[in-house]
């Protein structure tokens, strides 16, 4: 296995483990992944995820030597599959929080897109190197990275192969907090602990509208609002968590239904 996978206090964390590779994703990181992931997803008990890296990185990137004598035909193949389980963790009902660790470059920057929300570690690295090894990004970074922090930066980030630190990526809206390093998983346990302490239906929902709602022009986006509004008024946590409100009294927890 090349994933950790453990939960605690309704927080799965993910934990790629390949260090003396960097954690580098080959195929066999992959299908690792893919399955944890699936994992997360099944577990009612599982509010939350968090992915991260063992060792000095979060992922440094596909494996290139299991890429580099690839025909055209299996790199696609090779992409599509990448893409298909990134694809699965930005569509997870879940909220994921990337908790990056160390370098985060090619494939580990579009693993850390795919996630919700990103914190990075003081000594956190991003970058999309692919030019310089004559490719272009191919796990979604071409998308995902300028839908992010914009078209001119991506295109910039994208073509110079350019790395940069944690404080950079802060600046442009890469990832949402920065921290020491030592400070890290604490800093993703307790966002992920907040969100575990609100109603999963409406955090559920929102992840829906949101990510729906950003390929789509702005009238159909409001109306992916309007049902995931309405759907939450059919549910016991709106009902009294509403009633509390109302009567000034506090929300003891929610049933999640």
Known sequence: MNTIYEVKDNIAIITI???????????????????????????KDV????????????????????????????????GEYG????????????????????????G????????????????AKFGQPEVGLGITP???????????????????????????????????????KV?????LMDAALEMAGKIAKNAQIAVRQSKIAINKGMQVDIDTALSFEAQA???CFSTEDQKDAMTAFVNKEKTTGFKNR
């Open 138 to 176: 191919g796990f979604g970074g071409t998308q995902r990275l300028p839908r992010i922090v914009g078209l001119s930066k991506a295109k910039e980030l994208i073509f110079t192969a350019q790395t940069i630190n944690a404080e950079e990526a802060l600046k442009i809206g890469l990832v949402s």
């Open 17 to 43: 483990d390949r260090p003396e590779a960097l954690n580098a994703l080959n195929l066999d990181v992959l299908a690792s992944l893919e399955k944890a992931v699936a994992q997360a997803k099944e577990d």
């Open 179 to 183: 921290v020491p390093g030592e400070e």
């Open 83 to 106: 893409n298909k389980i990134f694809s699965s963790i930005e569509s997870l009902p879940k909220p994921v929080i990337a908790a990056v660790n160390g370098f985060a470059l090619g």
């Open 229 to 231: 509004f309405g759907l």
């Open 47 to 78: 509010y939350v995820l968090i992915i991260t890296g063992a060792g000095r990185a979060f992922v440094a990137g596909a494996d290139i030597a299991q890429m580099k004598d690839l025909t055209s035909d299996e790199a696609r193949a090779f």
């Open 108 to 123: 580990g920057c579009e693993l850390c897109m795919a996630c919700d929300i990103r914190i990075a570690g003081e000594k």
